[in-house]
């Protein structure tokens, strides 16, 4: 039998290494029902060395065949040539690979070529080592090599490989020159080509690598456990490609076999296997059904990246978008969302990020860390988004006090059955809305609106997702539309007899009707 709480998976996976946000997120999805000596049998298969061991951040990389010499059968990859301690391409060819849309790949020889075709990329986290040296402007000439070392270790057979972390410019974002950002920007429009042109891209993962089974359960257990997983970047790079290999401790897997072996679990025992499917499945290159918005949401909601503005940049070689240099991220989001004018309407009511501040003010600026149900009730209209909502006016606020890093709402309310609701925001919600809500709200045309009614979860396990809007004054042949504040998670279980009503929610950020702007000067 599963543990009754997800906790104790949760503790297991954090004792032996795992990532705590990522043990969480796994303990309550993926693993969820599963029974703990099951768990605990696949850590014990994960030979780490030592807490926070990374392959590319050990001062000397041996493999797990002991006493392997990699100089006496590949003389020429310690050859005194190759002795660098950094390594870094040329400019000028970095300039080249962007403007003929090639491949800047390197072998085991420090030797440079522009390819289309004939080599392998490889998809890693650079947290786990395999970094660019901003000072040096280069990667250690000792990781450079292990490169080829872990390749050769695990029988595949390399001369060529591309690699981001050589190819695009290092260091800070904020410091970047305006020619390193106009460069990454050309080469970052080219990685739909080089990902799918790519012979193979090859999945490294620290945890993966210090695995030692071929159990294909085992592996797909330790691609959601992993940091891989977590961040933005790898999305892509395993979306956009033709064919994927899984990197282990033993040697290598083939990514699409992994995803069926889960699948014909989860047809035989969908509670199990089901979400880890789903998970994986959704990285999986699909010419035929094409990538949505709700795809992104679903696969991203864990990952992360130390750059804002890769939250949406990120995203655009996948989705078949252009970034332009000096865009922000919520110009980003805002061309994600106009591009899929059909699915973006479907995320509407996701809870867990701020609202756009600009054009799109209904949208979360955010696509990773949501909460909610996907719905196609919600139709796109030239001024905003149409479709029927159960709404309630907030007539005041009862009190307001934080909890878990959220902001937390009593509010009374205008309508029969119970007139009291607790309603969370998000914990990154926009400071100048939480300070101006008491204010909004005295204003007298603040609703509460959901797509769920309050019946439908009485006894339900989840939370209700809502909007907080204010409605515009306008001609009544015009019908209800509103302004939207924020999102929030309702917290109580009581009972509201809510007015179903069709309503357009605005294109428009508050702050350019006055609305907000107001508030937050009265406040």
């Not at 503790?11 to 693993?31: Q, S, Y």
């Not at 699409?256 to 499917?277: E, F, G, T």
């Not at 909610?372 to 309630?392: E, F």
Request: hydrophobic share 40%.
């Amino acid at each position: 039998m599963p543990p009754s709480s997800c906790l104790a998976i949760y503790e297991v996976l954090a004792r032996h290494g795992i990532n705590e946000a990522t043990a969480e997120d796994v303990a309550k999805n993926d693993l969820r029902n599963w029974e703990l000596w099951e768990v605990e049998r696949f850590v014990k298969k994960v030979n780490v060395p030592y807490r926070g061991y990374c392959y590319f951040q050990s001062p000397f990389h041996k493999t797990p065949r002991e006493g392997l010499d990699f100089r006496r059968w590949w003389p020429s990859l310690f050859a005194a040539g190759n002795d660098s301690r950094w390594i870094s391409p040329p400019r000028e060819l970095m300039h080249r690979s962007a403007q003929e849309q090639a491949a800047l790949c390197v072998n085991a020889q420090g030797k440079w070529s522009l390819r289309t075709s004939g080599y392998i990329a490889l998809s890693h986290v650079w947290i786990e080592g395999l970094q660019r040296d901003n000072e040096h402007n280069g990667l250690l000439g000792e990781k450079f090599r292990a490169i080829f070392v872990l390749l050769k270790h695990r029988h595949i057979e390399a001369e060529w490989i591309w690699t981001d972390v050589l190819v695009i410019p290092g260091g800070d974002p904020a410091k970047a020159s305006s020619a390193d950002e106009m460069l990454t920007t050309d080469i970052i429009n080219t990685l739909p080509l080089i990902y799918s042109r790519a012979d193979a891209v090859i999945i490294v993962d620290a945890l993966l690598l210090q695995l030692h089974s071929d159990d294909l359960t085992d592996i797909a257990m330790a691609l959601v456990c992993g940091r891989w997983t977590t961040r933005v970047w790898t999305f892509q790079e395993i979306r956009l490609a033709e064919h994927a290999l899984v990197l282990t401790a033993t040697g290598y897997h083939v990514y699409s076999d992994i995803v069926s072996h889960i699948k014909n679990l989860a047809d035989l025992q969908p509670d199990r296997h089901r979400r880890m499917w789903v998970r994986l499945a959704t990285l999986e290159k699909d010419e035929e059904r094409g990538l949505s918005i709700p795809d992104i949401v679903m696969a991203c909601g864990t990952r992360r990246s130390g750059t804002d503005v890769d939250y949406a940049r990120a995203f655009f070689p996948v989705l078949g978008l252009k970034w332009e240099s000096g865009m922000t991220r919520e110009e980003g989001m805002q061309m994600i969302y106009l591009s899929q004018k059909r699915h973006a309407p479907r995320i509407a009511c996701f809870y867990g990020a701020p609202r756009m501040q600009i054009n799109l003010a209904w949208a979360p600026s955010y696509l990773h860390g949501l909460e909610g149900m996907v719905t196609d009730c919600l139709g796109w209209d030239d001024r905003g988004i149409r479709g029927d909502w159960y709404m309630v006016r907030v007539a005041k606020v009862l009190q307001k006090f934080p909890r878990s890093r959220r902001t937390v709402f009593d509010f009374e309310l205008e309508c029969s059955g119970d007139r009291t609701m607790q309603c969370a925001l998000a914990p990154n919600e926009d400071l100048d809305v939480i300070r101006a809500m008491e204010t909004i709200i005295e204003r007298g045309q603040t609703y509460v609106i959901t797509l769920v009614p309050s019946e439908d979860v009485i006894n339900a396990e989840w939370a209700r997702q809502a909007l907080i809007v204010e409605r515009n004054e306008v001609e009544d042949r015009d019908g209800f539309q509103a302004a939207v504040y924020c999102a929030a998670t309702i917290l109580s279980r009581n009972r509201h007899h809510e007015a179903k009503t069709s309503a357009l929610l605005r294109h428009g950020h508050p702050m350019q009707d006055g609305g907000l702007r107001t508030a937050i000067s009265d406040s």
